[in-house]
């Protein structure tokens, strides 16, 4: 059975920064590209980032580029968020997902399993 289960959430001031784990379980998931989703009160959930499975390729929704950056350890099962210059408008709780395609595949119709969320709220 996968299991994926998000930490490093929290509360931070503008400007600052945060770091999101993901562990998964239940298979190998070097194979898997692994990403990042993000669903803020009162809207839908839209992408974040993603990597794939060998971690070569990364994509990354424009509104994060340059500020976050997506990483991972396939020793570990873990995929990260590194979040720096968090923005109010960042402010939502983020999810974990992974599925066996493309990052863009990913990024327009999301993943197959996913975790069950961890909040970042960003204070102005």
């Known amino acids: 059975q996968v299991q994926l289960v998000e930490s490093g959430g929290g509360l931070v001031q503008a400007g600052g920064s945060l770091r999101l784990s993901c562990a998964a379980s239940g298979r190998t998931f070097s194979t898997y590209v692994m990403g990042w989703f993000r669903q803020a009160p009162g809207k839908e959930r839209e992408f974040v980032a993603a990597i794939s499975g060998s971690g070569a390729s990364t994509y990354y929704t424009d509104s994060v580029k340059g500020r976050f950056t997506i990483s991972r350890d396939n020793a570990k099962n873990t995929v990260y968020l590194q979040m720096n210059s968090l923005q109010p408008e960042d402010t939502a709780v983020y999810y974990c997902?992974?599925?066996?395609?493309?990052?863009?595949?990913?990024?327009?119709?999301?993943?197959?399993?996913w975790g069950q969320g961890t909040q970042v709220t960003v204070s102005s």
């Open positions: 997902t992974v599925a066996r395609t493309t990052t863009q595949a990913m990024a327009a119709v999301g993943g197959d399993y």
